[in-house]
């Protein structure tokens, strides 16, 4: 099994382009999760999904989007990159909800010039 | 929603020495407290877990406490080593506000440094 896997590892964008992130996982989760990581800021959560076809925004969600059309993929849209969108985006997953572990996958480090 | 505190930002302990790091929450209907570790350059996995009718897990040289009337939990390292040197989280459930659907809430993180 490979886990919990990302597209792409590293990424430089200038201000105003367009991405898509992708995370794909292999363990049948029904819950996945984006999260950014910046310094002395711990992981915060932008969206999640409990289901294909479902999704729900966290606690930073602004300036993302997120699609759920398959059950093992999970994808990040940024419609039009900031400098504040510098970081290092983490994807996740778990069986269930809040009471499992999250299983993460290896991260993207996005730089926006 | 829920508000998860993390303390210290930074810990340096001698080789062979023990570390503790601490945690408080802020709603009672958390009942899973997971520690991750995450080491430089790559991604968190679970080291430790507990849950609400638990007060301590141990696992070798680690262990988590957890009290709930005081709604605080701590991580407790032994006979600390250089491998143990990493970011450390921890993290709690809580039900989003949104959805009705359960995740985590994390800490901002320990820096570990064992110093040899």
């Known amino acids: 099994n490979a886990g919990v896997t990302q597209t792409p590892k590293f990424r430089v964008l200038k201000t105003g382009q367009s991405m898509t992130l992708l995370c794909a996982q292999d363990?049948?989760?029904?819950?996945m999760y984006w999260y950014r990581q910046d310094p002395g800021m711990g992981l915060r959560l932008i969206h999640y999904s409990v289901g294909e076809g479902t999704t729900a925004k966290g606690e930073v969600p602004d300036g993302y989007n997120v699609s759920r059309l398959k059950k093992q993929n999970f994808l990040l849209g940024l419609e039009s990159a900031a400098p504040s969108q510098t970081s290092v985006y983490f994807c996740a997953s778990s069986y269930t909800g809040g009471f499992m572990e999250q299983y993460f996958g290896p991260g993207t480090r996005l730089t926006v010039t | 929603g829920e508000n998860v505190e993390q303390h210290p930002s930074t810990l340096s302990v001698q080789e062979g020495d023990s570390a503790v790091i601490k945690c408080t929450y802020s709603?009672?209907?958390?009942?899973?407290f997971p520690w991750y570790k995450q080491e430089l350059g790559k991604r968190p996995q679970l080291i430790i877990d507990i849950r609400s009718n638990v007060g301590e897990k141990k696992d070798q040289r680690i262990a988590v406490t957890l009290n709930k009337t005081a709604k605080h939990f701590s991580l407790h390292i032994t006979e600390t080593q250089p491998e143990d040197s990493a970011v450390y989280f921890c993290?709690?459930?809580?039900?989003?506000?949104?959805?009705?659907?359960?995740?985590?809430?994390f800490g901002k993180g320990t820096h570990l440094i064992i110093q040899p």
């Open positions: 993290a709690a459930s809580y039900t989003y506000s949104g959805g009705g659907a359960d995740g985590l809430t």
């Open positions: 709603d009672s209907a958390s009942n899973y």
């Open positions: 363990m049948n989760h029904e819950y």
